[in-house]
């Protein structure tokens, strides 16, 4: 059973589109975290979410933390190929482990 | 910002010999450091929870006595893949807890592929 159902799982689409990515949960977390992946490359944080219906920017990309903290979404506005990667999002209850989503694979075409 | 950095990013190896992965926490100490494992194109699966001075906490389904931790330092935790098979072959990613200061933010290594011929 996956602790946090991340949706959807592969993603193409042309470049200046917008998109979002989804991260669900039935669990509540103390906080969200987002991360991009390159391959053959640790996971790069993008973004640490703490409070319900906390919003974050980092230039095109839009975060957002549920109100009951179950939830998050990624939105990406004008996609460009460089937003290319894995994008996973992971779940921490105060100082335990991070549950991680299953991954979004996006792909940017020119 | 925090750097955690992994120790070799490949390395191949013979079937049935071991091989030792290097997680440092190179400008904070980490007390709490996590080992994971990520196929091609899965999301990171965790194996352990490696906590200085105490004995690694292992996940479900992962064996203790072939994935060796060690977290003798606030810096430095080690994974030991022994009697390595080429089922083993995968790419390990560590990470590392850094301090109240950071927000408990978890920092990821760069990962290291390993490959059992």
């Known amino acids: 059973t996956q602790l946090l159902e991340q949706s959807p799982q592969f993603l193409s689409i042309q470049e200046g589109e917008n998109l979002t990515v989804y991260c669900n949960s039935s669990?509540?977390?103390?906080?969200l975290q987002w991360y991009r992946q390159e391959p053959g490359e640790g996971p790069v944080l993008l973004v640490t979410?703490?409070?319900?219906?906390e919003v974050k920017k980092l230039k095109r990309l839009t975060f957002q933390f549920g109100d009951a903290r179950k939830d998050s979404s990624l939105h990406i506005t004008a996609a460009q190929p460089g937003d290319t990667g894995l994008y996973l999002c992971?779940?921490?209850?105060?100082?335990?482990?991070?549950?991680f989503g299953q991954g979004t694979r996006l792909t940017i075409n020119p | 910002g925090a750097v955690v950095s992994q120790h070799p990013s490949w390395v191949i190896c013979k079937s049935g010999t071991s091989v030792k992965i290097e997680c440092r926490s190179l400008?904070?100490?980490?007390?709490?450091m996590f080992w994971y494992r990520q196929f091609p194109k899965q999301s990171l699966m965790l194996m352990a929870t490696?906590?200085?001075?105490?004995?690694?906490?292992?996940e479900q389904g992962v064996e203790k006595d072939k994935f060796l931790i060690n977290h003798a330092s606030l810096t430095l935790s080690t994974l030991t893949v022994t009697s390595a098979h080429p089922e083993d072959s995968s790419f390990y990613i560590c990470?590392?807890?850094?301090?109240?200061?950071?927000?408990?933010?978890?920092?990821f290594g760069e990962g290291s592929w390993l490959t059992v011929v």
């Open positions: 990470s590392a807890r850094g301090g109240s200061l950071s927000g408990n933010t978890i920092y």
């Open positions: 669990s509540v977390f103390s906080s």
């Open positions: 979410v703490v409070t319900g219906g």
């Open positions: 992971a779940g921490a209850r105060g100082a335990q482990k991070l549950v």
């Open positions: 400008d904070f100490q980490a007390t709490t």
């Open positions: 490696s906590n200085e001075g105490s004995k690694a906490t292992y």
